[in-house]
């Protein structure tokens, strides 16, 4: 997507905001249950008047669930989904108004804050985020895009497809220069139904290193699960 689109899809995301009613009910309901750990180790080198090279560690883990409403899909087959998450200790949010792209772009309302986590989910919900026609003879594809300041390289392969039931291999490195200099890895194993449009199951490792300037660095690992609950749409 280029700058226009998201800018487009930044006054969509509003307008939907503005006139969706709070008793509409959305096209399809989804929950999560979710595990979330996090482990950060960081230094501060030595400044002029300051007591020396300083360093931390922290923890922090959650679980809870997380819904996602999909409210309408656009002619582009972008969704506008409406995320919230509920941890049992921190990891909490409001619902925010995002669109959604089978190429994993994710464009979110800027007024309100969304965790890292939420944008893990939404990314697999792209109404084509598995499309059959981009598979090589290896049962994989590739996408590159830029995102304002950010700039995302990702492949996907299909370890197994049992009649659109698939195990699929994701490889994701991100690089972020809005805030200092921010890379992210990741290595992702995903349940993903093609007959219903959506991940079942996702288990992520992902490894951040931020530099702030020449004064401090941190690297930080996520583990971060999920696991369908519940969709308004599934047969019963």
């Not at 180790?41 to 409403?69: C, F, I, K, P, W």
């Not at 985020?129 to 994989?140: I, S, W």
Request: hydrophobic residues 35%; charged residues 20%; negative net charge.
């Amino acid at each position: 997507m280029g700058i226009r689109s998201i800018a487009g899809v930044a006054v969509a995301i509003v307008l939907v905001t503005a006139v969706a009613r709070a008793d509409s009910p959305p096209l399809r309901h989804l929950v999560y249950s979710f595990t979330y750990e996090q482990r950060q180790h960081g230094s501060v080198t030595s400044e002029t008047g300051s007591s020396g090279a300083r360093s931390y560690n922290g923890n922090l883990d959650d679980q809870g669930t997380m819904t996602v409403d999909v409210l309408r899909e656009a002619q582009d087959r972008g969704l506008v989904v409406v995320v919230g998450e509920q941890g049992e200790y921190t990891r909490r949010s409001a619902a925010a108004t995002c669109a959604v792209y089978g190429n994993t772009t994710v464009v979110c309302d800027p007024s309100k804050a969304v965790n890292p986590e939420e944008l893990t989910l939404l990314r697999f919900l792209g109404a084509n985020f598995f499309d059959p026609n981009l598979l090589d003879a290896n049962q994989h594809w590739a996408i590159s895009f830029t995102q304002g300041r950010t700039k995302v390289n990702a492949d996907y392969t299909v370890r197994s497809n049992d009649s659109g039931v698939m195990k699929i291999d994701e490889t994701r490195h991100v690089e972020d220069t809005s805030q200092g200099s921010i890379t992210v890895d990741t290595q992702t194993k995903i349940d993903y139904n093609a007959n219903r449009l959506l991940p079942t199951a996702i288990d992520e490792y992902a490894t951040e290193e931020q530099h702030s300037g020449v004064v401090g660095v941190s690297s930080t690992t996520y583990q971060t699960t999920f696991s369908l609950v519940s969709d308004s749409m599934a047969k019963h």
